[in-house]
């Protein structure tokens, strides 16, 4: 698929109006008023699972679990934005945004057993990426472990730079829009993606 001027939208949250995916609609939106098409996957709702460990993808970098995955895969390469919202669960992401990162083991694979270079190197540099999260507990600390697992996420899909927009003391679903100047700093992120 070839290397495009798109943001790709990853709602891996199982709540489907919550907290996360408010943010990202928001996200969303302000990219569309800045001419930028969003291609969207509802992560929860698709049939996505573990990687296995085979390690089938060491001969030929990709995956051999048969499932939505191999939807995203071109977009995770195409796309100059890729945005993932995915709440804290248990003090890391949600295990539907893991579940997903850890199938990127074929992209790992594809740079570092088979040398290959799946994304041209100027694409990467002027790649973008946001994480969006919310958390229930009032300690922005909650976020720590998520921070390497996303870093290491955008790095092995070679996006060059990418920001967090991570909210605690966020609970119930729809709590986000209490909380002061957050969809509109979402907004802003998205509207302010450069062109
Ligand atoms: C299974 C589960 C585990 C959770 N674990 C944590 C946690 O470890 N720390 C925390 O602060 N909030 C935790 N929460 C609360 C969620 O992070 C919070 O409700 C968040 O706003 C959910 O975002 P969403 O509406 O986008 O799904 C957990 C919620 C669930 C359902």
């Not at 943001?7 to 919550?18: E, I, M, Q, V």
């Not at 100059?80 to 295990?95: D, E, G």
């Not at 955008?154 to 909380?179: C, K, M, N, P």
Request: glycine share 6%; aromatic share 10%; hydrophobic share 45%.
């Amino acid at each position: 698929m070839a290397q495009q001027d798109y943001l790709l939208a990853l709602y891996a949250s199982p709540r489907k109006k919550g907290n996360t995916a408010i943010l990202l609609d928001e996200l969303v939106a302000g990219a569309g008023e800045a001419g930028l098409e969003a291609t969207v996957f509802h992560v929860a709702s698709m049939d996505i699972r573990p990687c296995r460990e085979c390690n089938a993808c060491y001969e030929d970098g990709k995956c051999v679990q048969n499932d939505d995955m191999q939807q995203i895969y071109p977009h995770l390469a195409a796309a100059r934005v890729v945005a993932m919202a995915a709440p804290v669960f248990s003090m890391n992401i949600c295990a539907q945004a893991k579940a997903l990162i850890d199938r990127c083991q074929c992209l790992w694979s594809a740079r570092y057993v088979l040398k290959q270079t799946p994304v041209d190197p100027a694409f990467e540099a002027v790649r973008g990426g946001f994480f969006i999260s919310c958390c229930g507990r009032d300690a922005p600390e909650t976020f720590d472990c998520t921070r390497p697992t996303m870093a290491y996420f955008f790095y092995i899909i070679q996006v060059g730079g990418w920001e967090s927009l991570t909210f605690a003391a966020v609970d119930e679903a729809g709590a986000i829009r209490r909380v002061p100047g957050a969809l509109e700093s979402a907004h802003d992120s998205g509207r302010s993606i450069e062109s």
